[in-house]
Nanobody, 122 residues
């Protein structure tokens, strides 16, 4: 049974930083791409970033490029999202998800974490 457990959310002021973590268990971590998604109140869930199983390839939504960095530690079975220069519009519940393939694009995310709240105040 795959389990994904996020941590690291919280309250931060505009321009601040947070690092989210997602610890995975249940299957060989490096075999699967990982993604980060977010959902703000009243809005649909949106893709934020993804990383291939090896960690060599990453992909970001345009609004976070240059501010967010996704990386992973395949020894610790953990994926991270470093968020810098946070903006009020980044406020959302952030979810990590595990793809069904190793490549950073083309897969289907079939396992999800419970989410962690990120609130950015002005």
């Amino acid at each position: 049974q795959v389990q994904l457990v996020e941590s690291g959310g919280g309250l931060v002021q505009t321009g601040g930083s947070l690092k989210l973590s997602c610890a995975a268990s249940g299957r060989t971590f490096s075999n699967y791409a990982m993604g980060w998604f977010r959902q703000a109140p009243g809005q649909e869930r949106e893709f934020v970033a993804a990383i291939s199983g090896s960690g060599e390839r990453t992909y970001y939504m345009d609004s976070v490029k240059g501010r967010f960095t996704v990386f992973r530690d395949n020894v610790k079975n953990t994926v991270y999202l470093q968020m810098n220069n946070l903006k009020v519009e980044d406020t959302a519940v952030y979810y990590c998800a595990q793809s069904d393939i190793r490549a950073v694009v083309g897969g289907r995310y079939d396992y999800w974490g419970q989410g962690t709240q990120v609130t950015v105040s002005s």
